[in-house]
């Protein structure tokens, strides 16, 4: 007994120490992704709230094993035993649930179709899960079922036993759905209008499926109810081809689809073409590589480096093109917005509340080239819509607060000011969502009258969340102001937006020294208990609303009664108990939950309001205790593990966020220059720009202990800085960190050390 308890322990500190050992370099980071981070979740408590997305980067169609039931927001989730399919998906999240959805199951034995009767037992032992590439053993029937997608279309492998009865289901899914079999060209034609919302009356996904094999048997259903037509159109139709297979047969299907109709869908079948199934996965793996390899890095662990690149894959995901090339190679689109076939790009399901934070800023630093095309979207979802969405899945969606969009549209252009597109009509947009209210609570601004009379939303008026809309508001205001500058507009209309971008004021309550909602007579709602979730605020409290000044840190400051009062606020948020009101919500809603557990007090960074917050240290020139919350977080809320986020991973945001706190800064406030210095992660980090230039990022004294930075060098050269500007890093850089245990309290503490706010620029 005692030779094993010591052989264990041995093992076990092997093991231990296999995940502290430093990794100079790796050779293909796509290996270090794992999909399914963030897959063991539920509506009460988000580990990351996704489905392992089998795609290619920003791909029009991802697909996924699924697990839940038709129409289940939660399609895959970890601790299920059994799949019901595999689906083409456009879901950005469980609760926008998806649209354009259809499912393909092989099976064996007696014919079943129903999504109960064909679902079968699965282990994640047997499982193999990459981004471009996923295979699984399906026990019930004794098929493994492999695919690997491209941008529009997917190749699929099913590996048969001996059998009379194999089959494939094609499930078109309910709310009206067509399904034709074309025998003799092996072919099964279709499509879904399955969707959550946010579409035209004339919407469809078109799909296209070409078997390698004879079909020994046809049926097709329409609800229950099996049939022996080669076509079928109702609520809930679908097809199941049959054939006779020897051991270990494999049969083929190629697969594609379009919103446009079914000659582009077969039109979009071509990006597989006559190449094999080998050829599309090893071209999936290369694409990844590529993209992934934009950001190299060294010394770190292993759990550190699938953190890492799991979080940069899950970057690269949103928003996804929803765009087609038609006969002539054009880029088309079908119009999520008016139903009409257009030319020119489309982009689609990402939330702005969500992704003006940190996602949109990465791709402004990484992929400025990719977010032009992403900005002449916006320009004909504008042309289209009459507005910017705000949250778009596909179309308008009524879901979340702030205009948002101004920030992403001056961020874009700030960044990259010498870029092709139609700013001046993005401009136009930008100014109509800003001053009316849209054809959703979600889109413009609610409460836009209010809002431009008093300066902020009132909290007695009916408009919820209204504080939250105030404080959103005058960010975005800021933004427009920027923008206004940038495209030399009048002086009168620059210094409106400057002037509403300092609204925040408004709602700063003396007293508790917290952001609190107003009546409409100008005094403070009461009575005000700073833990209550929602009423007044977005998902979220106002110890984590008081923050969401990204423009004005130093006017914070002021209104908080100088640097040493902000620090301790700051510090309150940490060294507060995790309770909460949540009488708001009648109940216990899944992000008070991952604050509660969390063990880091008020700090709730499973959800967006509050993700900055850290870095605001560096105003107050405190900035080592950023650099300690910094790598806590990263250490503590990110994980290599299905349980591995902190909460929901809204398309892409909490991985951005990490992608950029990893390299050692972060962007606290888009539409400005600056990004915000924290601590890097990695011994050394290398970005290799779409200008051909690179930024090198150096820590060779990083490690767990050694996260405050003792030195920096810009160039070569000493810099005392809490921030880094975006061009001195787009024409190459050099930076160095030298780090150490212990804080370094003279570095960053110089009154022109601390990043850009509005009050003293």
């Known amino acids: 007994m005692k030779t094993i308890t010591f052989t264990f322990l041995f093992l076990a500190c092997c093991t231990l120490g296999a995940q502290h050992k430093i990794i100079e370099s790796i050779e293909d980071p796509v290996d270090y992704v794992n999909p399914l981070i963030g897959t063991d979740s539920k509506p009460s408590l988000s580990n990351g709230n996704v489905y392992p997305a089998i795609a290619l980067p920003w791909g029009m169609n991802f697909w996924t094993p699924q697990t839940g039931t038709m129409g289940h927001g939660w399609a895959y989730e970890y601790d299920a035993d059994k799949l019901r399919g595999f689906k083409q998906t456009h879901q950005p999240s469980p609760w926008m649930n998806d649209y354009g959805q259809f499912a393909i199951m092989p099976t064996t034995g007696k014919l079943v179709f129903n999504e109960d009767d064909r679902a079968s037992w699965f282990s994640h032992k047997s499982e193999i899960v990459k981004p471009y590439y996923y295979s699984v053993y399906l026990a019930d029937h004794n098929v493994t079922t492999e695919f690997t997608p491209t941008e529009r279309a997917a190749f699929f492998r099913f590996h048969f036993p001996a059998s009379d009865s194999a089959h494939v289901v094609i499930d078109a899914l309910d709310n009206g759905s067509y399904i034709k079999v074309i025998p003799e060209q092996r072919k099964i034609i279709g499509y879904t209008t399955k969707n959550s919302g946010g579409v035209p009356d004339n919407f469809k996904n078109y799909f296209v499926l070409v078997f390698d094999k004879d079909f020994e048997q046809i049926h097709t259903f329409s609800g229950d109810q099996l049939q022996e037509n080669l ?367 969390a063990d880091m007090g008020q700090y709730a960074h499973g959800n967006q309001p509050i993700q900055h917050m850290i870095y605001l240290y560096n105003y107050a020139s405190e900035p080592w205790k950023a650099q300690y919350w910094v790598r806590e977080t990263m250490d503590r809320m990110y994980l290599p593990t299905p349980d591995g986020y902190c909460g929901d991973e809204d398309n892409g945001q909490t991985s951005a966020w990490y992608v950029f706190s990893a390299m050692g800064f972060y962007p606290v406030c888009p539409a400005t220059d600056e990004y915000v210095i924290g601590t890097p992660l990695f011994q050394k980090m290398t970005l290799s720009l779409q200008n051909g230039n690179k930024i090198t990022i150096e820590a060779p004294e990083n490690s767990h202990e050694n996260r405050y930075i003792q030195k920096v060098f810009l160039n070569g050269e000493p810099y005392s800085k809490n921030f880094f500007s975006h061009k001195e890093l787009m024409e190459g850089a050099e930076i160095k960190f030298e780090m150490g245990s212990s804080p370094n309290k003279t570095r960053g503490i110089k009154k022109d050390d601390v990043p850009y706010s509005l009050s003293t620029n």
């Open 231 to 597: 076509e079928a159109e109702a609520d809930h139709v679908g097809a199941v081809v049959g054939f006779k297979t020897q051991k270990g047969e494999i049969v083929k299907a190629r697969v594609a689809s379009s919103f446009i109709n079914f000659e582009q869908a077969e039109r979009n079948l071509k990006e597989i073409g006559n190449k094999d199934f080998e050829t599309i996965k090893s071209e999936g793996r290369a694409i990844w590589n590529k993209e992934l390899s934009r950001i190299t890095v060294g010394g770190g662990t292993i759990d550190q480096f699938r953190t890492f690149y799991s979080a940069l894959y899950r970057s690269l995901l949103f928003p996804r093109k929803f765009y087609e090339y038609d006969k002539n190679g054009d880029v088309v689109h079908y119009s999520p917005y008016n139903g009409e076939v257009l030319p020119g790009y489309m982009f689609t399901d990402t939330g702005f509340w969500d992704t003006f934070r940190s996602l949109f800023p990465f791709l402004n630093l990484m992929y400025p080239e990719l977010n032009v095309k992403m900005q002449k979207g916006l320009v004909n979802a504008y042309k289209e819509s009459g507005w910017l969405p705000e949250w778009a899945s596909p179309g308008l969606r009524n879901i979340m607060v702030g205009n948002n969009s101004a920030s992403v549209v001056a961020d874009a252009y700030l960044k990259n000011p010498d870029a092709k597109y139609d700013i001046e009509t993005l401009y136009v947009a930008v100014l109509n969502g800003a001053n009316n209210q849209g054809p959703l609570t979600a889109v413009g601004r609610a409460g836009a009258e209010y809002y431009k009379e008093l300066g902020y939303v009132p909290y007695d008026v009916g408009i919820n969340e209204n504080a939250a809309r105030t404080l959103e508001y005058a960010y975005d205001d800021f933004a427009i102001y920027q923008l206004a500058k940038a495209l030399d507009r009048p002086k009168k209309e620059i210094e409106r937006y400057k002037k509403r971008s300092l609204n925040y004021k408004k709602l700063f309550d003396p007293q508790t020294k917290l952001m609190r909602g107003k009546n409409k007579n100008g005094e403070f709602m009461a009575p005000f208990n700073p833990f209550k979730w929602g009423d007044a605020f977005t998902e979220g409290n106002s110890w984590h609303y008081t923050w969401s000044v990204f423009h004005d840190i130093a006017g914070l400051i002021d209104l908080m009664g100088g640097r040493e009062d902000f620090v301790a606020q700051l510090d309150k948020v940490f060294e507060l108990p995790p309770v909460f009101d949540d009488s708001y919500y009648g109940g216990v809603i899944h992000e008070i939950r991952e604050m509660q557990i």
